[in-house]
């Protein structure tokens, strides 16, 4: 018998401590709850083994603890997801576009279910970053959020200390902007556009999560959810109805 301390990172990036008791038939069962869901990671923060017998059966046992440990701690999500959690949310048309030309808002085309939900999960998360086009088809901070706008025409100056409702321009690479967002005891970043964002962070590797709304619309022609051609793999978590045209669907990043 092991026990062991516990954080799990929840969906919603909670910590929850848990301290638990458990032989080698839980472990599998963690095991494979993790993997069956990416967003959920458990670090092994302490581990205080009893003194057992060392008969051949409890050895072989001790070692095939010690190899499912060594799996839940080294999944390839790991370092990403216990790090923050970083979404893309998007409303896309039927064809795969997220404006009709790089200045048009998601707001003359979306539905108000799309909004609600944008409003909602931005609400959360309390920080939005997004490109200065984007910006300017909103044209001010929203309430309950910081807004961060990702610009090469940023002054450089220190990082400041981030108040809810206000806007802060910043020049800084993605990796670089997390850990400052990080060192604040943010959470949560949702990504909000466009394209040229979504596509940076993307190449960076720190997004773990794309909310996608589908509108039932199409433009033909337009803007793209990214600016350049990338490959990378997702996994389709959850479908869900905004309304009875629009579909909501969740993603992990798996790679």
Same mark, same amino acid.
């Given at each position: 018998?092991?026990?062991?301390?516990?954080?799990?990172?929840?969906?919603?990036?909670?910590?929850?401590?848990?301290?638990?008791?458990?032989?080698?038939?839980?472990?599998?069962?963690?095991? @494979?709850? %993790?993997?069956? %869901?990416?967003?959920?990671?458990?670090?092994? /923060?302490?581990? !205080?083994?009893?003194?057992?017998? &060392?008969?051949?059966?409890?050895?072989?046992?001790?070692?095939?603890?010690?190899?499912?440990?060594?799996?839940?701690?080294? %999944?390839?999500?790991?370092?990403?997801?216990?790090?923050?959690?970083? @979404?893309?949310?998007?409303?896309?048309?039927?064809?795969?576009?997220?404006?009709?030309?790089?200045?048009? *808002?998601? +707001?003359? $085309?979306?539905?108000?279910?799309?909004?609600? $939900? @944008?409003?909602?999960?931005?609400?959360?998360?309390?920080?939005?970053?997004?490109?200065?086009?984007?910006?300017?088809?909103?044209?001010?901070?929203?309430?309950?959020?910081? *807004?961060?706008?990702?610009?090469?025409?940023?002054?450089?100056?220190?990082?400041?200390? !981030?108040?809810?409702?206000?806007?802060? @321009?910043?020049?800084?690479?993605?990796?670089?902007? /997390?850990?400052? +967002?990080?060192?604040?005891?943010?959470?949560?970043?949702?990504?909000?556009?466009?394209?040229?964002?979504?596509?940076?962070?993307?190449?960076?590797?720190?997004?773990?999560?794309?909310?996608? *709304?589908?509108?039932?619309?199409?433009?033909?022609?337009?803007?793209? /959810?990214?600016?350049?051609?990338? #490959?990378?793999?997702?996994? +389709?978590?959850?479908? &869900?109805?905004? #309304?009875?045209?629009? !579909?909501? !669907?969740?993603?992990?990043? +798996?790679?």
């Amino acid at each position: 018998m092991e026990i062991g301390l516990f954080y799990f990172l929840s969906r919603d990036g909670f910590k929850t401590l848990l301290q638990t008791s458990f032989d080698f038939s839980c472990l599998e069962n963690v095991r @494979f709850a %993790h993997f069956a %869901h990416p967003m959920y990671v458990l670090t092994t /923060l302490t581990v !205080l083994r009893n003194a057992v017998k &060392k008969t051949s059966v409890q050895t072989n046992k001790i070692a095939r603890r010690q190899k499912c440990f060594t799996k839940i701690t080294r %999944h390839k999500n790991y370092d990403r997801i216990i790090a923050m959690n970083v @979404f893309i949310i998007a409303a896309l048309t039927v064809d795969g576009f997220i404006a009709e030309e790089r200045k048009q *808002t998601s +707001l003359e $085309w979306t539905s108000k279910e799309d909004k609600k $939900w @944008f409003n909602e999960r931005t609400k959360q998360a309390k920080v939005m970053v997004m490109g200065r086009t984007t910006y300017e088809t909103i044209g001010r901070g929203l309430p309950s959020r910081v *807004t961060i706008v990702m610009s090469s025409q940023a002054d450089e100056k220190p990082f400041p200390r !981030l108040e809810e409702g206000e806007v802060y @321009f910043t020049k800084l690479a993605p990796k670089n902007l /997390l850990a400052e +967002l990080k060192k604040q005891n943010y959470s949560e970043v949702a990504l909000c556009g466009g394209s040229s964002i979504y596509t940076q962070f993307l190449q960076a590797g720190v997004v773990n999560k794309l909310y996608l *709304t589908i509108e039932p619309i199409l433009f033909g022609s337009g803007v793209g /959810l990214l600016n350049e051609s990338l #490959n990378i793999n997702l996994k +389709l978590v959850e479908t &869900k109805k905004l #309304n009875d045209q629009t !579909l909501l !669907l969740e993603y992990d990043v +798996l790679s």
